[in-house]
């Protein structure tokens, strides 16, 4: 899972491969804002994984690892 | 002035103005405090009606700072924490005012500056209501500034008249029993659309439910204070529902006393409009439109189920009652129903111009000759079909991101301000035929070996000094050299092939 999201966050953002790791703190690095977040979470949706948004702390999503472990 | 009126009428009630997190505001409170900041700019500038610049958020007190300039017959620049400080050092100059209202520290110049304690300390200070000051139709009210093309902002003038005139249209549409209830108020006061809050919503008594950016940043928070809003009217960008809509909870359940929901500031797709339906069965959805120099919106429409059916988009409305809509060619000529061209609005809420602008004025707003109104060229690409305005695109290059307006040109002249850029190309990403972010293509002086996330965060972070965080594209996109069309310009087609 960790993988996919990292694969979609790099083509989201643009970034290249081995950039982004499974514990980059995306919104302190400036990778993600929270357009990009629901960006993210739509393509998450289209890969058959729901999250609900009423539901996540920011902190709580912060890394592709903390994500995955919620999406799985 | 309708407004100042209104909150004298509700002042003598108990009804609250505004909420905003814990605190809250009664309307006899804003009275009151607007009072005092109207009494201190006589005392303090006399006559001078130069305009008073306010760099904040969402504060309660910003409201009482807004409306007592009114009360004291001068117009406000409100300049949100959205805008990077060089951007406001360039409005500042540009605007030269008096006095600055600085809630965040910024350090501006003028010739006299409050900070937050200073200000606190004059809207709890003596003021009476004094009618003779207050701004005539004629007076500019407000002035926003916008993305302009050359990089530089610009202000929209806008006068008391033209507020007048604004919610003269708007109100048979957001006429729904209103008068109380809570408004959702989430919307920046540098941007026009918060004018429906302050100017409609207050107008009728409501108050204003108060939400500020780090809330909105925050989808878990969001739904927290929506979940304690009890909102009964809701105006936003089709953008803030579609974030809502990633949850289920957004639905009757959280809003239960919610009797309309506003979308405008960009394309409403059908997609959102249908998850609408679905959440919020009965609950008349409507889109609406307007430029800024058209004082916020000049067209609306209930979206119908049938519309979702139709091969066109959801339409932007019907001209209000006050505004003609008009589509011309590009010799100007007037196309007949069902012909694509640019929006003309005619009507008394057309602004007076931009702020210093002589040839910017002259190329967009113009004078009718057949009702002696003021006029403006919209730019976007409009066709009417039974009173119906189909918006179909721009005719240059501005987009609406997240209801945010930018010219692509601004971004471009900042970003080859970038150490480093030699030329850059920015365009939208398109989702369901709604711009969902920017991609920059970028052409380097020298290669600067670095991988392209770390690239992307040394040119945001310099471009995050001169632009909003809205105007920065998401993605950053190296090229060799840029396909050119033959006019020797970027082919913008050829890139967007291959985002």
Excluded at chain 2, 38 to 60: Q, S
Excluded at chain 2, 255 to 275: I, S
Excluded at chain 2, 358 to 371: H, S
Aim: charged share 25%; proline share 5%; hydrophobic share 45%.
């Amino acid at each position: 899972m960790v993988e996919k999201i990292i694969g979609i966050l790099n083509e989201i953002v643009g970034a290249d491969e081995g950039e982004i790791a499974p514990d980059t703190e995306l919104f302190e690095e400036g990778v993600l804002d929270s357009f990009g977040l629901v960006q993210l979470l739509v393509a998450l949706e289209g890969e058959g994984v729901t999250l609900d948004v009423a539901d996540l702390d920011r902190s709580a999503v912060s890394t592709p690892a903390k994500l995955a472990a919620l999406a799985e | 002035m309708f407004i100042l009126e209104s909150l004298s009428n509700y002042a003598k009630t108990d009804r609250t103005a505004l909420i905003y997190g814990a605190d809250s505001l009664s309307f006899a409170e804003l009275e009151r405090q607007s009072n005092a900041f109207a009494a201190y700019l006589l005392k303090t500038f006399g006559a001078d009606r130069t305009p008073v610049l306010l760099y904040g958020h969402k504060e309660l007190s910003i409201p009482a700072v807004l409306f007592g300039c009114l009360k004291a017959g001068r117009g406000y620049v409100p300049v949100d924490t959205t805008f990077p400080p060089e951007r406001v050092r360039q409005i500042a100059e540009e605007v030269q005012p008096k006095l600055i209202v600085d809630l965040y520290g910024l350090g501006l110049a003028a010739e006299t500056v409050l900070d937050g304690a200073a200000l606190r300390q004059i809207l709890d200070g003596p003021g009476e209501a004094c009618r003779e000051t207050w701004i005539r139709p004629e007076d500019v009210a407000y002035m926003l500034f916008t993305s302009g093309s050359t990089g530089k902002p610009k202000g929209v003038q806008i006068t008391a008249a033209n507020i007048a005139a604004f919610r003269q249209g708007v109100a048979p549409w957001f006429d729904l029993d209103l008068d109380g209830g809570v408004f959702l108020n989430e919307i920046s006061y540098s941007f026009d659309v918060s004018v429906c809050a302050l100017y409609y919503a207050l107008s009728r008594g409501m108050t204003l439910y108060t939400v500020d950016k780090q809330t909105l940043n925050d989808p878990k928070r969001l739904f927290a204070a929506l979940r304690e809003s009890d909102i009964d009217f809701w105006v936003s960008t089709p953008s803030l529902a579609e974030i809502c809509v990633q949850s289920e909870q957004f639905c009757r359940a959280l809003l239960p006393k919610v009797r309309g929901f506003v979308f405008c500031g960009e394309v409403l797709t059908k997609k959102l409009c249908g998850q609408m339906f679905e959440r919020f069965p009965s609950v008349p959805v409507l889109n609406a439109y307007g430029p800024t120099e058209a004082t916020v919106l000049v067209t609306a429409a209930q979206v119908l189920p049938a519309m979702l059916k139709d091969s066109r988009p959801v339409p932007i409305g019907y001209a209000f009652e006050n505004v003609e809509a008009r589509i011309v060619d590009r010799e100007g000529k007037t196309l007949s129903a069902g012909e694509a061209g640019e929006l003309l609005l005619i009507g008394d809420s057309v602004s007076p111009g931009y702020f210093k602008r002589p040839e910017l004025n002259e190329k967009a707003f113009f004078l009718d000759e057949a009702t002696g109104k003021r006029g403006y060229h919209t730019g976007d690409l409009c066709l009417i079909d039974q009173g119906l305005i189909y918006y179909l695109g721009r005719l240059d290059g501005q987009v609406k991101l997240n209801g945010f307006r930018v010219e692509l040109e601004d971004v471009e002249n900042n970003l080859t301000r970038v150490e480093n850029v030699a030329r850059a190309a920015v365009l939208p990403v398109l989702t369901d035929g709604k711009v969902t972010a920017l991609t920059a293509f970028l052409l380097l002086e020298a290669p600067d070996g670095l991988p392209s996330l770390q690239r992307s965060k040394k040119i945001k972070a310099a471009l995050a000094k001169t632009l909003p965080s809205y105007m920065i594209p998401r993605k950053f996109v190296v090229v060799d050299a840029f396909p050119l069309n033959t006019n020797g310009k970027v082919d913008k087609k050829a890139l967007a092939a291959t985002l």
